[in-house]
T-cell receptor, first 114, second 113 residues
Framework: AQSVTQPDIHITVSEGASLELRCNYS??????LFWYVQSPGQGLQLLLK??????LVQGIKGFEAEFKRSQSSFNLRKPSVHWSDAAEYFC????????????FGGGTRVLVKP | DGGITQSPKYLFRKEGQNVTLSCEQN?????MYWYRQDPGQGLRLIYY???????QKGDIAEGYSVSREKKESFPLTVTSAQKNPTAFYLC????????????FGQGTRLTVV
């Protein structure tokens, strides 16, 4: 079955430190890939997306993600975290062969220490 | 400003009662979706609609119903058949179906007591 896995449920990082959130997908072919961010009690906002082409994708708020086909991964990174980056982050994939239905990972909650 | 409006933000209902969650969008998007969010489980698709007067079941449709009589509106009814309805519900829309950027509402937190 198609799935998206985020291995880390919680991550704590110091302000100013770098951040990397892991995402692995299991699909027959490379799906469309997305990263969303959710502040507490709010909806989701798109950070970035990968459809094809350059494997390093730039997004909003200083985030970037790298697609690695050999590892079925789409990890999210930020070089220097700000306190406002504390939120929950969701990786998602859309399967082109199944009407592009969007499947979400379980999410990673990021806590930022001062 | 264009966007998606969900109402109410908080909803309390007694067990056994049906309840309807509202979702309205003014983005002129064709497709709309309902997701349920539970801690540690990400978002799970309940129903989606690619066009007016048509909708399909998602992964966890049992105990829920929807309608799509207008392009702007996609209400979700949580029926008494839903065994564990307490959750955070998110509505989303896309311009032309999955695979494009989804815009989300602010969510409705439903608590059944």
């Amino acid at each position: 079955a198609q799935s998206v896995t985020q291995p880390d449920i919680h991550i704590t990082v110091s302000e100013g430190a770098s951040l990397e959130l892991r995402c692995n997908y299991s699909y027959g072919a490379t799906p469309y890939l997305f990263w969303y961010v959710q502040s507490p009690g709010q909806g989701l906002q798109l950070l970035l997306k990968y459809f094809s082409g350059d494997t390093l994708v730039q997004g909003i708020k200083g985030f970037e993600a790298e697609f690695k086909r050999s590892q079925s991964s789409f990890n999210l990174r930020k070089p220097s975290v700000h306190w406002s980056d504390a939120a929950e982050y969701f990786c998602a994939a859309a399967d082109k062969a199944a009407g592009n239905k969007l499947t979400f990972g379980g999410g990673t909650r990021v806590l930022v220490k001062p | 400003d264009g966007g998606i409006t969900q109402s109410p933000k908080y909803l309390f209902r007694k067990e056994g009662q049906n309840v309807t969650l509202s979702c309205e969008q003014n983005l002129n998007h064709d497709a709309m979706y309902w997701y349920r969010q539970d801690p540690g489980q990400g978002l799970r698709l309940i129903y989606y609609s690619q066009i007016v007067n048509d909708f399909q079941k998602g992964d966890i449709a049992e105990g829920y119903s929807v309608s799509r009589e207008k392009k702007e509106s996609f209400p979700l009814t949580v029926t008494s058949a839903q065994k564990n309805p307490t959750a955070f519900y998110l509505c989303a829309s896309t311009a032309d179906g999955f695979g494009t950027e989804a815009f989300f509402g602010q969510g409705t937190r439903l608590t059944v007591v």
